[in-house]
Structure formats: C-alpha cells, structure tokens
C-alpha cells in the first residue's frame, strides 16, 4: 500500500525512489511488525488474561509444566496482526504471490482460531475434531495448490528440485498439487505440534522464514538466479516482504513468549505459521530445502508418529513422552536447555539448507 504512495510522491520529491527497492521495504516490514508486536502484545496479553483464555496443560506431562495452567494462549492473533499489517503497508499488492501466501497464512489462522475458541472459551476439551480440522485445513490447501498449478509458467514451475546437485529435479505435472498440499498441511502440523514449550516454536518459524525469504529474493531476481544456477520464477521476490514481516513479528511475540511465556500462541498462530513456510517453501520451489531448514520441525512430528504407532503394534512407547521435547523433558533436561538446544540444531540446519545456493 506504501509503495503506490510513495511512487506517487516520487515525482515531487525523488527520494521516496528509494522506496522501490525490494530489500529496504524488506527491513520496513520487519521492523513494522516488530513494533506493531511490542505496541499491542501487553494489551493483548492483558485482555486474554481477563478474559481467561488460559491455557490447560496435560496432568500426565512433565510435573515443570504445571505451573503453566491458566497462561493466556491465542497469542498467535498477536503474530498474524503484525504480520498482515505489514505485508499489506510494505509489500507490492499487485503480486498474486503475497495475496496467496496471505490467504493461506489468514485460513489456517482460522482453523486455529476456531478450535482454540471452543477449547478454551467454550471449555470443549476435543476443541474442533481431528477430522474437521484437517477437512479445513485440506479445503484450503487444495485451494492454494490448485491456483499456484494454474499459475505456472513453464515446467520448472511443477518440477521438484533436488538441492546440491545441478540442474537435478523431477517433473510432477499435476501431482505438483498433491505436493503443494502435502507441504501446506504438513508443516502446519508440524509447526503446532512443536509449540510445546516457551519460545520452542517461534524462533525456529522466525529462522526458516528468514532463509525462505534469502530464496524468494534470489530466485525472484534474473541476475541472482543465473548467477546461483538456480530457477528464475518471476515474482517471488516479492515474497521476501512476507517473511520479514513474519521475522519481525515472530521475535515481537518472542518477547512476551520467552521462558517463562508471558502468552503462548496457541493453535491460531501454530497452524498459521506452518502453513506459511509450506506454501512459501512451494512458491520458491525449495520444498526438500524446507524439510531440511525445518528438521526440527520434522523430527517432532515423526516422534509422534512413530510413538502412536509403536504403541498400536507393541503396547511399548519408543519415548518416555511424545512430541520429542517432552521426551528430553522427562529424561531431566530443564526446560531453557531443550528450547536453546532445539534452536541450536535450527541454526545448523538452516545453514545446511542455504549452503544449497552454492553447493550444487
């Protein structure tokens, strides 16, 4: 919205120019966001304690995590404000990118928004069902894949990427839709069932975003691309707006989520954030890279998976506790040494990931 302003104003005064370029909007919208977070989060937090939309904790976890009873949660509404605020102020609304990656981001916020509501506000221990959930959240997946299918240009568009080799990839067709929606969903879910302890969840989403957001820049610009050998796909760098503002937002709510969390974000904020790397990591055409930045995140989810299933077949739990946090919880790790230790492993991963620009 910004940028038709300040292209207007231009033309009387040449420095507002400057406002075209990609990277200083970029940093507007981080540092928007970031305020916007730290400007409305006290009175939100405050309004969410009032209102006593706390946050239960399992009676069977770790004894550490009682205390936390009663936290105000739906903080995610904190992130997807300053989030959409930003983008919407700073980023280019002609993109079709942004206004996907929006839509996504704002759906699932939804989906999350309507199950935290009748869980802590309705007092509806099952919340919204399994199946419902993953029926909206597939609804709108299949949305997103559907349209970013159409709006292929060429066969790099609907081809998988194998990073660190040259010129590797796999042509998928139509089954790029159902690759699209396996990500979207996917790391929704995974991001949700990561959000266990204070910070845990943030500060990887915040990390990923910022390199999906390196890769949307490059592979937005026709110089960077062919210099890096990788695909140009025209528009994407536009997206680096949306994941500035996610980082500016995510450290924002970081500030209030720290340990011991002031506020936790709740599913509105865990299902939207996932879905946002997933549709992202898609348009940018790094989906393997994401799995990669996102290990974390994967680990987490294949913990559970492996738990229930472990459990159906043998009666015998692999972990003391699923999702894996809980596990190094129970093993005696305090709480501040898993959440550190999970970012440090974040660190490394994203550094594997982006070391893919070079390395092929």
Known sequence: MLLYLTNYLAQFESGFAVFNYLTLRAIMGALTALVISFVIGPKMIAKLSVNQVG???????????LPKAGTPTMGGALILTAIV?????????????????????LAFGVIGYVDDY???ILQDPAG??????LFWQSVVA?????????MAVDETSTSLLIPYFKDLSVPLGKLQ??????????FSNAVNLTDGLDGLAIMP???????LGLFAYVTGNVN????????????????LVFCAALGGAGLGFLWFNTYPAQVFMGDIGALALGAALGVVAVIVRQEIVLAIMGGVFVVETLSVIIQVVSFKLTGKRVFRMAPLHHHFELKGWAEPKVIVRFWIITVILVLVGLASLKIR
Request: no cysteine; charged share 10%.
């Open 177 to 186: 839709i159902i690759v699209t929606f396996f990500f979207i969903v996917g």
């Open 142 to 150: 299949l949305i997103a894949a559907v349209l970013l299918y159409l």
């Open 205 to 211: 989403t915040v990390l990923v975003g910022g390199a």
């Open 118 to 120: 009748k869980k802590l």
């Open 128 to 133: 919204l069902s399994a199946w419902k959930k």
């Open 224 to 239: 960077f691309s062919a210099y890096l050998d990788i695909p140009y796909v025209a528009g994407t760098g536009e997206i």
């Open 85 to 105: 605020v930003s983008t919407v102020l700073w980023a280019d609304l002609e993109n079709r990118f942004i206004w996907i990656v929006l839509f996504v981001t």
């Open 55 to 65: 946050q239960p904790v399992r009676s069977n976890g770790p004894a550490s995590h």
